[in-house]
């Protein structure tokens, strides 16, 4: 491999990776070979193992780079989010925004969920995707837990972390079962725990007590 030490190389080695992203979320992990992405970026096919170590290596940075792409998104949306106290079915629909996305009837939108999970499970076989999706799933556990403390909830990370396994079991049930809106169940799935993993906070169930 050689280090893209120049302008020129950087935006080769940009374009590769950004390459190897789209054809990642197309077509999952055996659409990622040296050809598929030298062709996508219209490059020589030497280019991508002269600005990386590996296929596995181009991978990994496709890899952050998809997921870093999704974590922007995420921020949008969040930076959107006003603080207000908010009922159990309002939190639900931020935090499904944030996990399950805002279009899931759209067939690119659902690419998106189902390229989410395939990189959560190859990290588990690929130690080269490891820290890679840990530090991608670092930045999604505080933009959840933003999203909820504006919404006036406690946050605790083994909660958080029970309501992340929650959408996802949810969602991957509904992709295998081929159910096409996979937010509706993970939805419902939501609702019934997220008083529970998300508390209101003790300010917040005062008032609701009180309103009742």
Known sequence: MITATTPKGERRRQALVAAAAELL??????????????????????????????LDDLIARAVEFGGNSELDAMRRRVGEVSHRRRAADATVELVLDLLVGTGTHDESAREQLIARYERSVA??????????????????????????????????????????AVVDGA????????????????????????????????????????LD
């Open 25 to 54: 979320l197309e077509g999952g992990f055996e659409a990622v070979r040296h050809r598929s992405v030298a062709t996508r970026a219209d490059l020589p096919l030497a280019s991508t193992t002269y600005y990386f170590e590996s």
């Open 123 to 164: 990290s588990a076989r690929h130690p080269e995707l490891r820290e890679v999706q840990l530090r991608l799933r670092s930045q999604l556990d505080e933009l959840l837990a933003d999203v909820l403390r504006r919404s006036d909830r406690m946050v605790r990370p083994e909660q958080l972390r029970r309501l992340v």
């Open 171 to 210: 969602a991957v049930g509904a992709i295998t079962e081929m159910d096409p809106d996979p937010r509706r169940i993970a939805r419902a799935a939501l609702l019934e725990v997220i008083d529970i993993v998300a508390p209101p906070t003790p300010q917040q169930a005062d008032r609701m007590r009180t």
